[in-house]
Nanobody
Framework: QVQLVESGGGLVQAGGSLRLSCAAS????????MGWFRQAPGKEREFVAA????????YYADSVRGRFTVSRDNAKNTVYLQMNSLRPEDTAVYYC?????????????????WGQGTQVTVSS
């Protein structure tokens, strides 16, 4: 089993920044990719960014590319999501997810392990 715990959410004004963290524990060899997703009220969960654990290659949704940066700290088993130039439409619950598969996917259904989520609210 893998446990994921997100932190770092909060309320920020448009144009501001937040950094989310996702600490992983448990069977640390059980994941090769980690992703960030978000879900706004009344909407489906959507892909935000992902990173391959072994080589750090990153992937982004078009809506956040250039504003968000995903990174990892192997020693701490932690993945980060640095969010800059935040917009009201970025408001959502943000989840991190992990999976053993190597190929990065934007589909939530392809990730086995999930955190509990952290709320990000961007005011206009």
């Amino acid at each position: 089993q893998v446990q994921l715990v997100e932190s770092g959410g909060g309320l920020v004004q448009a144009g501001g920044s937040l950094r989310l963290s996702c600490a992983a524990s448990g069977r640390t060899f059980s994941w090769n990719r980690m992703g960030w997703f978000r879900q706004a009220p009344g909407k489906e969960r959507e892909f935000v960014a992902a990173i391959r654990w072994v080589n750090g290659i990153t992937y982004y949704a078009d809506s956040v590319r250039g504003r968000f940066t995903v990174s990892r700290d192997n020693a701490k088993n932690t993945v980060y999501l640095q969010m800059n130039s935040l917009r009201p439409e970025d408001t959502a619950v943000y989840y991190c997810a992990a999976d053993q598969a190597v190929v990065v996917s934007a589909s939530p259904a392809s990730y086995r392990y999930w955190g509990q989520g952290t709320q990000v609210t961007v005011s206009s």
